[in-house]
């Protein structure tokens, strides 16, 4: 479906971020990171896609890129994963 989105307007932040989300639950983290960047191509603020994207990072212990992107999301979300990443 997400293809067939994409395929309709490619241009949407959105689509691709929400293609990152179904490729992070199906365990494909290379392909959830292309997509998560495809959403910041698209939108370099989208705060959903930086807060997905630092916890990919996270995953795989790259924990100051993480903190970079959680940092320049500024979102609820992200100040509370900043903070539990300071505990």
């Known amino acids: 479906l997400y293809a067939r989105a994409l395929a309709i307007d490619p241009k949407r932040a ?14 494909q983290p290379e392909r959830a990171e292309d997509a998560f960047g495809q ?3 698209r939108d370099p603020g ?13 995953e795989s212990g790259r924990r100051d890129a993480a903190r970079g992107l959680l940092q320049r999301a500024g979102s609820v979300r992200a100040t509370a ?5 300071a505990e």
């Open 14 to 27: 959105v689509v691709h971020h929400n293609l990152g989300v179904a490729y992070r639950r199906l365990g």
């Open 81 to 85: 994963i900043l903070a539990e990443l």
């Open 46 to 58: 989208y705060a959903h896609s930086l807060e997905e994207l630092a916890l990919l990072y996270l």
């Open 39 to 41: 959403a910041l191509a």
